[in-house]
């Protein structure tokens, strides 16, 4: 895109690690804070460079000499929202007229040949888009499971990072795959899938180009082959003792639709979590999205095996997937996070809008007493972040990341609410009004920093409707 003019302005550098001398900010008695875990925030926090040092309880004043102080006596306070499913290609092709009102199977034999037609710039506009939509949700950490690699998209991972670079968000991108064309039995068309060897090879390369570890890792890699339907049992192995070697998380859609698990006993004769467990990924490397039709037997196996599970509710009402048994994998003890999942089956990428059906669907198994609204922000934030393998995020406590999101409650749905935590998903909090990444804001007055909107919508809506033409 470098002959356009460019989207962000220049000062928008993101990443730029901040010094141990940075100045002290108090971020002073917010309205309400939800911080994840039983610590009091009462009065606000101190962050110094990319870390919270102090929490301020209610009525004090920190400890630490203060270089600035923000008033957030009008905001409400959270761990930024972290996303554990999504695939930011498919913003290109929502509310599509033909697929519609198309549950899960012949929903994707309709838009792989769409899809298939994606190249380098609509993929770059796509992540800036849907970046944009998340951060301004208040997600400040995302992850994308992309798996679509036709010839000419061979650097679509590359492309991602440019994008969630430019936004100055994390990102735990993984190098999705498809090896099973319908020829051999799968569900993709023979085109868009790729060879075990380009896959692996692929994945070893970004893996060492790209992923960071420890504390504070902006930009981390997990290997993602697409789904039972899409992949052969060698890529499901093979990428196993990949991530084993290099220590990098699993990722794969299981156990979404009834469909998905005729199709796994005719074609290897078992159940989704069998073939899971066949294939080395039942163990705490792996979070899987949607989870949604498994046995009592099962949830126990994926709870011992510390398996991770992505509710998307959204995504599993709009295909009406069913609904994924949480509790009971809590229970049994699989972690939960949420993700909005592609936005061709949401259509939206909003993580507080996702909270919030998550919250009345899970009601709807498990009745009201038992879905709370903190249970639901539990699973946006520390949740999702175990999903992830990440413990520096999705919680305000002493040592954590400063990545944090504010709402204002100004707007004539919250006029006459009470309780501003339960108010967020009650009365349908879905923007953020202040948004920090890392000790940096990207979000203030509703806005990002630098980020020419309009400009990015026109180009995006562009390439949207060449895509489907
Ligand atoms: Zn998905």
New binding site residues.
């Given amino acids: 895109m470098s002959e356009l003019s460019p989207l962000f302005k220049p000062q928008n550098k993101p990443q730029d690690k901040p010094s141990s001398t940075s100045k002290t900010l108090w971020i002073k008695n917010p309205q309400a804070v939800f911080t994840g875990n039983d610590l009091d925030a009462a009065g606000g926090i101190v962050v110094q460079g990319s870390k919270i040092v102090e929490l301020v309880g209610a009525g004090q004043a920190p400890v630490t000499p203060i270089d600035e102080t923000e008033d957030a006596s009008q905001l409400v306070m959270l761990p930024g929202l972290i996303n554990t499913?999504?695939?930011f290609y498919q913003t290109l092709t929502r509310a599509w007229a033909p697929v519609v009102n198309q549950p899960l199977f012949p929903w994707l034999k309709t838009l792989y040949p769409v899809w298939a037609k994606l190249t380098p710039n609509a993929l770059s506009l796509a992540c800036d888009v849907a970046l944009a939509e998340l951060l301004l949700s208040g997600c400040t950490t995302t992850t994308d499971?992309h798996y679509l690699f036709p010839t000419g998209m061979e650097d679509a991972i590359d492309v991602q990072v440019d994008s969630v670079k430019r936004m100055g968000m994390r990102a735990l991108l993984t190098r999705g795959s498809m090896s099973l064309g319908e020829d051999e039995g799968g569900l993709p068309p023979r085109h868009t899938v790729q060879s075990g060897d380009a896959i692996l090879k692929d994945s070893q390369r970004l893996i060492n180009t790209y992923h960071e570890r420890g504390e504070g890792a902006w930009m981390q890699i997990a290997l993602a082959p697409c789904s039972p339907f899409s992949v052969t049992r060698e890529i499901m192995a093979d990428s196993a003792q990949l991530a084993k070697d290099e220590d990098v998380r699993l990722h794969t859609?299981l156990a979404?639709t009834l469909d998905e698990e005729d199709f796994c006993l005719k074609m290897f004769g078992m159940r989704t979590v069998d073939y899971l467990e066949s294939v080395g990924w039942l163990s705490d490397r792996t979070w899987l999205?949607?989870g949604i039709h498994f046995n009592e037997d099962e949830i126990r196996r994926l709870g011992a095996a510390g398996t991770g599970i992505t509710h998307?509710p959204v995504?599993n009402m709009r295909l009406a997937s069913g609904m994924c048994p949480t509790l009971e994998l809590i229970e049994a003890g699989s972690p939960i996070g949420l993700?909005v999942?592609?936005s061709a089956?949401n259509d939206a990428s909003n993580m507080m809008y996702e909270a919030r059906q998550a919250l009345y669907l899970q009601r709807l198994k498990y009745g009201a007493a038992k879905i709370t609204p903190e249970l639901i922000l539990g699973w946006a934030t520390k949740g999702s972040a175990s999903l992830i393998g990440r413990s520096d995020i999705g919680e305000i406590a002493v040592g954590k990341q400063a990545d944090l999101a504010f709402f204002k409650l100004d707007e004539l749905r919250f006029s006459g609410s009470h309780d501003p935590i339960s108010a967020l998903l009650l009365c349908g909090a879905d923007k953020a009004e202040q948004v920090m990444i890392g000790g940096k804001w990207r979000v203030k007055e509703g806005q990002i920093i630098g980020l020419d909107t309009q400009t990015l919508m026109a180009r995006h809506r562009a390439v949207a409707a060449q895509l489907v033409s």
């Fill in positions: 499913h999504h695939h499971h859609h979404e999205a949607h998307c995504s993700g999942d592609g089956s």
